[in-house]
T-cell receptor
Framework: QKEVEQNSGPLSVPEGAIASLNCTYSDRVSQSFFWYRQYSGKSPELIMSIYSNGDKEDGRFTAQLNKASQYVSLLIRDSQPSDSATYLCAVIHSGGSNYKLTFGKGTLLTVNP | DTGVSQDPRHKITKRGQNVTFRCDPISEHNRLYWYRQTLGQGPEFLTYFQNEAQLEKSRLLSDRFSAERPKGSFSTLEIQRTEQGDSAMYLC???????????FGSGTRLTVV
């Protein structure tokens, strides 16, 4: 069973701080990694994708991938109350099902004003 | 609106009734996915279509569930003889190619009473 693990939280940070969200995955040869944001009662929204080792920055968001450690993270700089949501890590594994996203359970982030 | 559309947004049904949900993907996306999400969990894969061909069905999709995508455009997900355990958010997503993140629709929230 190919798995994606996240700390369910909740993670609470003050406004303006850096929020760090972590994810590990079991399939060593996974190729594609994604972070989705999901507000309560809403559907997931893609915010970052990363495919190679290192950092990828987009505005206040930075995704970090370390394939040797099977670890992917999301940093949110200058956190805002509007960032309060559940963040889902998702992985596309290798092999025949290379279209299927496997999700973690998500980490609930609360940004306190 | 060029996003993924799902209908209805909410459905309340009595146990034992049949329900059908519709998904209209982004027009240029030939890949379509159905996922199910329950409270506190990440989305779980149900089935995948490439054009009109259903290429994978999860073991989560019991005999009471059927999905179709006639002519490779919209898709329907039918649940027969609904059970209380079917209560969940049913999410449809589409993508342009494998290996890339999906765009999700707003979801259909099913409540079986």
């Amino acid at each position: 069973q190919k798995e994606v693990e996240q700390n369910s939280g909740p993670l609470s940070v003050p406004e303006g701080a850096i929020a760090s969200l972590n994810c590990t995955y079991s399939d060593r040869v996974s190729q594609s990694f994604f972070w989705y944001r999901q507000y309560s009662g809403k559907s997931p929204e893609l915010i970052m994708s990363i495919y190679s080792n290192g950092d990828k920055e987009d505005g206040r968001f930075t995704a970090q991938l370390n394939k040797a450690s099977q670890y992917v993270s999301l940093l949110i700089r200058d956190s805002q109350p509007s960032d309060s949501a559940t963040y889902l890590c998702a992985v596309i594994h290798s092999g025949g099902s290379n279209y299927k996203l496997t999700f973690g359970k998500g980490t609930l982030l609360t940004v306190n004003p | 609106d060029t996003g993924v559309s799902q209908d209805p947004r909410h459905k309340i049904t009595k146990r034992g009734q049949n329900v059908t949900f519709r998904c209209d993907p982004i027009s240029e996306h030939n890949r379509l996915y159905w996922y199910r999400q329950t409270l506190g969990q990440g989305p779980e894969f149900l089935t995948y279509f490439q054009n009109e061909a259903q290429l994978e069905k999860s073991r989560l999709l019991s005999d009471r569930f059927s999905a179709e995508r006639p002519k490779g455009s919209f898709s329907t997900l039918e649940i027969q003889r609904t059970e209380q355990g079917d209560s969940a958010m049913y999410l449809c997503a589409s993508s342009l190619a494998t290996g890339y993140g999906y765009t999700f629709g707003s979801g259909t929230r099913l409540t079986v009473v």
